[in-house]
T-cell receptor, first 112, second 116 residues
Framework: QKEVEQNSGPLSVPEGAIASLNCTYSDRGSQSFFWYRQYSGKSPELIMFIYSNGDKEDGRFTAQLNKASQYVSLLIRDSQPSDSATYLCAVSLSGSARQLTFGSGTQLTVLP | GAVVSQHPSRVICKSGTSVKIECRSLDFQATTMFWYRQFPKQSLMLMATSNEGSKATYEQGVEKDKFLINHASLTLSTLTVTSAHPEDSSFYIC????????????FGSGTQLSVL
C-alpha cells in the first residue's frame, strides 16, 4: 500500500465548476498536510496547508482534513482554465525527520 | 513564500560528464535542503537530505558516489551528478524550509537534465 494515494485522473471540470481532489494516507500519526500545484515542466508551488481536522479556506481553495478517515481533500471553487495543472498531495509522516511524502498527483483540466 | 533559486534550469550534456546543480535560499537560511528527482508523469522522489556542515543523508537506492551533495553554507546546497548517463535524465528539484518550526517546503525552479 502506498503511503500517500491520489487518483491520477485526469479529472476534467467545466470552467466555473467546483473541482474536488482527494488524497488518502496510510500513517495514522501523520501531522501535516500540504497541497502543491505543478504546471507541466515547472516545479511544485505550495497552495494550501492544513494541520487540524476540519476545513481551511483561502480564496477559491478549501482544504479539508479528516484524520479519523485519514483523508485530505482540496476543493477549488469557480475553477478557471489557469487552474489546469497536476495537484500533489504531500504528508509529513510521523517519525520521518520532517520529510514530506508526496502522492503521485492528480491531473486537473478545466475546460473553457 | 520563501524564495529558493535553482540553477541551471536546463542542461544537456554528453554521457560520462559531470553536472553541477546549485540551490540557494535567497531570503532565509536553510540548515536543511532536500533534493528530489521527478520522471515524466511521476511524482517527486526524495533523493537525499542535505545538511549544512555535515554529510547528506541519502534515500535507499540512491548512490551517494554518483549524486554528490555539498551543503557548504546556510544558503547554498549543490548536487553534482557524476559520470552522467542517459538514465540519469530527469527533472531535479531542490527544496528547503524557512525554519525549524516550519513544515512547509518551498521548491526551486527545477533543473531538467538531458544526458545524450
Amino acid at each position: 500500500q502506498k503511503e500517500v494515494e491520489q487518483n491520477s485522473g485526469p479529472l476534467s471540470v467545466p470552467e466555473g465548476a467546483i473541482a474536488s481532489l482527494n488524497c488518502t494516507y496510510s500513517d495514522r500519526g501523520s501531522q501535516s498536510f500540504f497541497w502543491y500545484r505543478q504546471y507541466s515542466g515547472k516545479s511544485p508551488e505550495l497552495i494550501m496547508f492544513i494541520y487540524s481536522n476540519g476545513d481551511k479556506e483561502d480564496g477559491r481553495f478549501t482544504a479539508q482534513l479528516n484524520k479519523a478517515s485519514q483523508y485530505v481533500s482540496l476543493l477549488i471553487r469557480d475553477s478557471q482554465p489557469s487552474d489546469s495543472a497536476t495537484y500533489l498531495c504531500a504528508v509529513s509522516l510521523s517519525g520521518s525527520a520532517r520529510q514530506l511524502t508526496f502522492g503521485s498527483g492528480t491531473q486537473l483540466t478545466v475546460l473553457p | 513564500g520563501a524564495v529558493v533559486s535553482q540553477h541551471p534550469s536546463r542542461v544537456i550534456c554528453k554521457s560520462g560528464t559531470s553536472v553541477k546543480i546549485e540551490c540557494r535560499s535567497l531570503d532565509f537560511q536553510a540548515t536543511t535542503m532536500f533534493w528530489y528527482r521527478q520522471f515524466p508523469k511521476q511524482s517527486l522522489m526524495l533523493m537525499a537530505t542535505s545538511n549544512e556542515g555535515s554529510k547528506a543523508t541519502y534515500e535507499q537506492g540512491v548512490e551517494k558516489d554518483k549524486f554528490l551533495i555539498n551543503h557548504a553554507s546556510l544558503t547554498l546546497s549543490t548536487l553534482t551528478v557524476t559520470s552522467a548517463h542517459p538514465e540519469d535524465s530527469s527533472f531535479y528539484i531542490c527544496s528547503a524550509r524557512r525554519g525549524q518550526g516550519d513544515e512547509k517546503l518551498f521548491f526551486g525552479s527545477g533543473t531538467q537534465l538531458s544526458v545524450l
